[in-house]
């Protein structure tokens, strides 16, 4: 398109402005090592920590870093392990590098990445070679290994992003890198700073301090580091002594009294800071700690990942003068086989890097005896110990993810890779229209979709909104209705096996004349549920405040039926007094279901549930809507219930001894049980469901919990009615009543 040659056109100025720049303005000198390969990895890695500018149009790097060294070693070896590797995970396909020395300097890194960049000027360029049936171009460089700091990972990434090309940091952990608006092409394999600071809280906390003080550098790790402790301790108890921002020219110094490292030195030595948070680069970190060794100042520090582990520090003469360091690290492992590789790579063919390497650290004329880091010469044993487990371990994994990922795209097995042809770089234009408006062509005008449509991705065409609502051939639905319908035939076979019964003990036992009203509330229940069900109307929306009526109506019932049974058996006289006074079983229901009615008319007449259209991106959604107020009356409805049957519950458990030769007392004791447990689940999920599923799940409360009154109440009654009809005369009722009080011991007279 217009826009990516556009796009592409500027790159290519840029690159050949920053290349005249780099010829005539300055001269520098960096470290650089390329292998050729069909598919380019590229490598940023500070190998020198700092640059020399002093001289006019001469930069120099500085304080070469044997650490960063190895690790870009790793990445040579790591990727030449993969080329290597059999069977071949990327078979027919070898990849390269192109590593180069940044010297910690954004501005060199960016050079450095234009110069990996000078051949993506091909929008359509792919990842497979000539020699695997493509026409496409040489191999350029697909993905990019770095950097290590976050302040220049922030500046390569906004360049590398122009192309689309991947950047894997292995130590960049500032939070600003997760934004993937700004940054879509960058990755890492170090978690970020978020949960660094979070855990640096975790351990103030841990330890109970009071006071701490922060010291941070003046770039994007530090400042993030310091911003968010202060956040979070500002959130807590803890209080911050100090914030010390190191700025750039924090080591150097032009007096005694602007000395800034001496200040520093003196801030912390007076402080009443319980621990010194150092959230820095370990460059700062040395000098802080020298000074401190030097002050004799014994504190507390906490170390941030940046200089943890960095053994150059660890090793300061009189370190352990400091004090207490706690420090927090990423996760560690092994490089497999890379200490093996250390010992032997001088021996092998060697990259520019290695070789640089050598010129300044020539091989050892004999064995060390003592080993570190900080050597003059080259001894591979000493090398070997030197290698750490944090970032190199971080950028085996980069160059692992790479080849994975490589795998899978080109679908490679054991023999070959598949031709595959996409767009690697691709602009489009975004229109921020709303979803509900539609371009006409012209960016200026657009054109509104009608309420119940919405305008597809490509904000040219009006679609239609799908209805969303529980319909009748939806599987939930075809359930619900079955198991209703099945329900209703059983009440009603129920109703004519206890009219056909009406004058034998079982239907006494079960309340008489009551067990009608019962069965009534329950096909009341049964029926409600085909109300949640379908589009919703205004008269389907009435069943959700009556629902709790009908079982304030079924529970008054059991509850009447309990009571009878008690004054029935209780012969402690103070008790069966009160039951007995409570024992009127007509007056009991019209109490206990005039109670729930009026709550539910309440409910209906104050703030009734109404059929509505709720309108998302792509749906309409229909709900029976409950207004604000509607779910106090909800929970009101279903703890009153839930009241009941706890009281109900109650009497049954107490009652469960008695002679009842029906059993009525356990029987009821199960079905309370399991109406409680079925309410209790119900009501915190009804409150957190949306969408369709939300009747769906009343539906199913009122379903089971009327079938466990059903199953546990009435039908072991009918069972009796029908096929054991020798249980139900009043013959069987005072044989079992005898019988139980000859178990306990009391007399009966027969």
């Known amino acids: 398109s217009d826009q990516t040659a556009f796009m592409m056109l500027l790159l290519r100025l840029l690159v050949t402005f920053m290349s005249l720049f780099h010829s005539y303005s300055e001269i520098i000198t960096v470290l650089h090592a390329y292998s050729p390969g069909d598919i380019i990895i590229g490598g940023l890695f500070p190998i020198h920590l700092n640059t020399n500018k002093t001289k006019p149009r001469h930069v120099v790097c500085t304080e070469y870093n044997l650490q960063m060294f190895l690790r870009s070693q790793v990445m040579i070896y790591a990727i030449k392990e993969i080329n290597q590797r059999t069977p071949r995970l990327l078979p027919n396909l070898t990849l390269g590098y192109d590593i180069y020395d940044t010297c910690g300097d954004s501005i060199l890194a960016v050079r450095e990445t234009l110069q990996l960049m000078k051949n993506q000027s ?35 990434a906004r360049f590398l992003a122009l192309t689309s090309v991947a950047q894997i940091s292995y130590a960049s952990s500032s939070e600003v890198l997760s934004k993937k608006f700004k940054f879509p092409t960058f990755f890492r394999t170090v978690p970020s700073d978020e949960f660094q600071t979070k855990a640096i809280y975790e351990l103030v906390k841990e330890f109970n301090w009071k006071t701490v003080a922060i010291v941070g550098s003046d770039d994007e790790y530090g400042k993030y580091g310091s911003d968010r402790l202060q956040y979070i301790f500002s959130k807590s108890d803890v209080c911050v002594a100090f914030v010390e921002i190191l700025s750039g020219g924090f080591l150097e110094s032009s007096s005694d009294s602007q000395d800034p490292l001496k200040n520093l030195a003196e801030k912390i030595k007076n402080s009443v800071a319980e621990a010194i948070i150092m959230f820095t680069k370990d460059d700062y970190i040395e000098s802080i700690l020298k000074k401190a060794i030097e002050n004799n100042m014994n504190r507390t520090w906490i170390a941030s990942d ?44 060697k990259n520019d890097i290695l070789k640089s390497h050598m010129e300044r650290y020539p091989l050892c004329s004999k064995r060390l005896e003592e080993c570190n880091c900080s050597m003059e010469c080259s001894d591979p044993n000493c090398l070997a110990s030197c290698v750490d487990q944090d970032e190199s371990y971080s950028i085996y994994l980069a160059v692992q993810v790479i080849a994975e990922g490589l795998r899978r795209l080109l679908k490679c097995d054991i023999h070959s890779c598949e031709r595959t042809e996409f767009t690697a770089f691709e602009v489009h234009i975004l229109h921020k229209y709303h979803d509900r408006k539609v371009s006409n062509g012209e960016c200026e005008m657009c054109e509104s979709c009608e309420d119940w449509q919405y305008s597809n991705e490509g904000r040219d065409k009006c679609l239609n909104k799908t209805h969303e609502f529980l319909d009748w051939t939806d599987p939930i639905s075809i359930t619900m209705s079955f198991f209703s319908v099945l329900a209703i035939i059983i009440v009603i076979a129920f109703a004519v096996v206890i009219i056909l019964n009406y004058n034998t003990p079982v239907v006494k036992s079960i309340g008489g004349c009551l067990c009608f009203l019962e069965l009534l509330s329950l096909l009341f229940n049964f029926c409600l549920t085909f109300t949640y069900l379908g589009k ?65 008319v309440s409910w209906l007449i104050l703030i009734p549930t109404q059929p509505t259209e709720d309108h998302k991106n792509t749906t309409i959604l229909h709900q029976c809507k409950m207004y604000e107020g509607s779910q106090n009356f909800l929970i009101a409805t279903i703890a009153y219930n839930a009241f009941l049957g706890f009281i109900s519950f109650l009497f049954a458990f107490k009652g469960k001894q008695l002679p009842d030769l029906y059993k009525n007392a356990v029987l009821i004791t199960v079905s309370m049980v399991l109406f409680l447990i079925i309410w209790i689940i119900f009501l915190p999920l009804f409150l957190s469901l949306e969408g369709k599923y939300k009747p769906a799940s009343n539906c199913a409360a009122i379903l089971i919990s009327s079938y466990s009154i059903l199953g546990c109440h009435l039908a072991p009654k009918c069972y009796i009615m029908v096929f054991r009809k020798e249980r139900n005369n009043q013959n069987a009722i005072s044989e079992y009543i005898r019988k139980h009080y000859e178990r306990e011991g009391i007399a009966v007279v027969k």
């Not at 090793?315 to 003068?321: A, F, N």
């Open 122 to 156: 091909d929008p359509q360029s792919c990842l497979l070679p000539d020699h695997i049936n493509s026409s496409l171009p040489e191999p350029q460089t697909k993905v990019v290994i770095g950097e290590r700091y976050s302040d220049v990972s922030i500046a390569v």
């Open 536 to 600: 919703p109307t205004k008269t389907s929306c009435v069943g959700i405040p009556l629902f709790g009526f009908g079982f304030s109506v079924c529970m008054s019932c059991i509850l009447s039926n309990l009571l009878q049974i008690l004054v029935g058996f209780k012969f402690d006289l103070k008790v069966r007094s009160w039951i007995k006074k409570l024992n009127q079983p007509i007056a009991v229901v019209i109490t206990i279901s005039g109670i729930q009615l009026a709550l539910s």
């Open 306 to 349: 940046s200089w943890s582990t960095a053994t150059h520090i660890a090793t300061l003469p009189g370190i352990e003068k400091i004090g207490q360091v706690f420090g927090f690290i990423f996760k560690r492992n092994e490089v497999p086989g890379f200490r093996d590789h250390v010992r032997s790579m001088f021996n092998r063919s």
